[in-house]
């Protein structure tokens, strides 16, 4: 499939499926944007509470600021995979899946792709009220660096591809009891692992390279493991979910 | 449409299709009969393009359904469930399928307002699909697969769930289609009358195989027209008989009787004589039409109650 057929499925993929959450569950979908935009926030004006950030220097002070802002980027795109991959799993148990599978003019793996990519995609709008929230409090202290929000969107966006393609694969064989049981797990982990590492950078008890490093790496080696799940094993997942 | 030696086996080895072949000529409406299990899902998601053969080639209108997937554009699908969104309205249910296959809204809105008309669904449009019966369902679900209208409509199971009125509405449907669109249907059902008055040909799938394809007429014809149903006081006798005639006897729906399948009135009538010669008492005698039914039950080996 040619590049630009496989981006116009994407963004075909994207715009349904944005309408699809805000007209299905309009209280889920503002529940989502809501809590997407005011949780983090709420964690990153707390650190910032612990920092004497106006005795720092700007560069320090972006040091502080920049692993606590990627941090909470990777809690939004995880998040985002989450509530979208929720959304797959109630199309397959309406068996909708198989329809949209023979709807679609692309094979039914890069339809997954294209979700997977269009499911990021989506997490622009809706992590958007953390990303001005961020500026704001950056504008405050003078440090207002846009390139800073982008570096640390970048790692959340291969966090997010990645982990939305792996639960989507997921999606296509577990039932969806255990699938609902495994995104619980994965919002209490994220909730807790990266407000603890976000808290320990704040604190100085982490160093700043580890805490800019540990998502980071984690966001590479979730993107290799997914996209060897994928090539390796998509074709055996999607005809398992199809039969 | 082309299967050409094709064979399916699933992961853990499962047979689905083994060595089938058959063909579907354009313009034209082809059945796919067989038991649960026999075969016609897995062949309908080849169609597709959903799955891939383990080997053979499947062809549809011209393209391999599974590497060139553009193909589906050009192909409307009825699945053995509704698959409709319970959050969404029918219109939008219509609209996001459309905006998946076609992408353009505009033409989207144009394309569901056709089919609202044809399947008269404008009444049902702000519903959701759990609000509507069975049928009306089934409606919904029948209109979606000819957005865009398509050159070859899938349809599994499709007149199951819908009335009698509604029924034959939809067989007229398909082949006013047919006939305007030059399109073709491929469509699997169990309801055998149906599949008489709607298709020009079929295929009968048994355990992963195809045991006929081919016209539907040529089926009837060349598996006798006529049914000959016969109760003797001797059946073995009755049977020795027959035999020696050349007839293959099967045992009627009563359990008692012998039915035996001919060419022609004048034959069972020939039949009748030569038993009657032969000193065989006969209780009871009948001649009917066959139907569709009747073969598909002796190809199963199956009797009418099974």
Redesign the interface.
């Known amino acids: 499939m040619q590049a630009r057929s496989l981006l116009?499925m994407i963004a075909?993929?994207g715009?349904?499926d944005a309408?699809?959450l805000a007209?299905?569950?309009k209280a889920a979908f503002a529940g989502a944007v809501a809590f997407l935009g005011l949780y983090p926030s709420i964690v990153f004006y707390n650190m910032l509470a612990n920092i004497p950030l106006s005795q720092l220097p700007s560069d320090v002070l972006l040091g502080v600021l920049e692993p606590i802002i990627l941090v909470n980027s990777l809690m939004c795109s995880m998040m985002v995979a989450i509530v979208v991959t929720s959304l797959v799993d109630v199309?397959k148990s309406?068996?909708?899946?198989?329809?949209?599978?023979?709807?679609?003019?692309?094979?039914?793996k890069?339809f997954l792709l294209s979700k997977a990519v269009s499911t990021t995609l989506l997490a622009i709008p809706m992590t958007l009220p953390y990303y001005v929230g961020a500026y704001v409090v950056l504008y405050r202290f003078g440090v207002a660096d846009v390139t800073l929000l982008l570096s640390a969107y970048l790692p959340a966006v291969v966090m997010a591809v990645s982990l939305t393609l792996l639960l989507l694969l997921l999606t296509l064989i577990m039932p969806q009891k255990y699938m609902a049981v495994l995104r619980s797990a994965l919002i209490i982990a994220t909730i807790v692992g990266l407000t603890y590492l976000a808290n320990l950078i704040s604190q100085g008890e982490a160093s700043l390279s580890v805490g800019i490093a540990t998502p980071c790496i984690a966001s590479i080696l979730m993107l290799i493991a997914t996209t060897l799940i994928y090539i390796k094993y998509s074709?055996?997942l999607i005809?398992?979910a199809?039969? | 449409m082309e299967f050409s030696n094709v064979t399916k086996v699933y992961s853990g080895g499962v047979v689905a299709l083994d060595n089938v072949s058959f063909s579907v000529a354009e313009r034209s409406i082809h059945a796919l009969l067989g038991h649960n299990g026999a075969g016609k899902t897995t062949s309908i998601r080849l169609i597709l393009g959903l799955l891939k053969p383990s080997s053979g080639v499947v062809r549809v209108l011209g393209r391999d359904p599974f590497r060139e997937p553009e193909v589906r554009l050009s192909i409307g699908y009825v699945g053995e469930y509704a698959g409709l969104y319970r959050e969404l309205s029918v219109w939008e249910n219509l609209l996001r399928f459309c905006a998946f296959k076609l992408g353009d809204e505009e033409l989207c809105k144009e394309e569901v307002g056709m089919v609202a008309d044809a399947f008269e669904l404008h009444e049902l449009l702000r519903k959701k699909p759990q609000e509507l019966s069975a049928g009306n369902r089934q409606r919904v679900v029948i209109a979606r697969a000819f957005i865009g209208k398509p050159k070859l409509v899938v349809l599994d199971e499709p007149l199951s769930n819908l009335d009698p009125v509604w029924r034959a509405r939809v067989k007229e449907f398909l082949k006013k289609y047919v006939e305007e669109q030059g399109a073709t249907v491929v469509f699997s059902s169990h309801i055998l009358s149906d599949v008489e008055d709607l298709a020009d040909d079929v295929s009968v799938l048994k355990s992963g195989r195809v045991v006929y394809t081919g016209g539907l007429k040529q089926l009837l014809g060349e598996q006798g027209v006529v049914k000959l149903v016969v109760k003797a006081t001797d059946r073995a006798k009755l049977v020795g008989v027959l035999s020696k005639m050349g007839l293959r006897a099967h045992l009627a729906e009563d359990g008692e009787s012998v039915a035996v399948y001919l060419k022609s009135e004048s034959e069972a009538e020939e039949v009748l004589n030569a038993v009657s010669s032969a000193g065989v008492g006969l209780k009871y005698v009948s001649t009917e039409r066959t139907t569709l039914e009747d073969i598909y039950l002796r190809m199963y080996g199956a009797k009418k109650n099974e």
């Open positions: 116009k075909r993929m715009v349904n309408k699809f007209l299905s569950n199309e309406e068996h909708v899946l198989e329809h949209l599978f023979a709807y679609m003019p692309c094979s039914t890069v074709d055996v005809e398992k199809i039969r």
